[in-house]
């Protein structure tokens, strides 16, 4: 079974930063594609970015690039979402996922076998 557990989510204003961090069980972390999806309120959820095993290749969602990063740490098994510029259309709900099995479908959230319970991030005009 493997657990996923974000923090780091928060109010701040906008132009600001936040790093959400996602702490994952598992005893092989270095073999999990991993994903950071978001939901707003009404919305569907939404990818945002999402990073391969090894850490080398990293894809983001138009309306991010270029303000959050994502990053891991195969040491810690732990994924990070490194968010500046932050603006109010970014206040959602952010969830990290888990890509176990080896598929390459990236954005869509039905590849993910396994979520975090979310962590809220609130973007104040």
């Known amino acids: 079974q493997v657990q996923l557990v974000e923090s780091g989510g928060g109010l701040v204003q906008a132009g600001g930063s936040l790093r959400l961090s996602c702490a994952v069980s598992?005893?092989?972390?270095?073999?999990?594609?991993m994903g950071w999806f978001r939901q707003a309120p009404g919305k569907e959820r939404e990818f945002v970015a999402a990073?391969?095993?090894?850490?080398?290749?990293?894809h983001y969602e138009d309306s991010v690039q270029g303000r959050f990063t994502i990053s891991r740490d195969n040491a810690k098994n732990a994924v990070y979402l490194q968010m500046s510029s932050l603006k109010p259309e970014d206040t959602a709900v952010y969830y990290c996922?888990?890509?176990?099995?080896?598929?390459?479908?990236?954005?869509?959230?039905?590849?993910?076998?396994?979520w975090g319970q979310g962590t809220q991030v609130t973007v104040s005009s």
């Open positions: 996922a888990a890509e176990t099995t080896g598929g390459d479908k990236y954005k869509d959230p039905g590849e993910y076998d396994y």
């Open positions: 990073i391969s095993r090894s850490g080398e290749y990293t």
């Open positions: 598992g005893r092989i972390f270095s073999s999990y594609a």
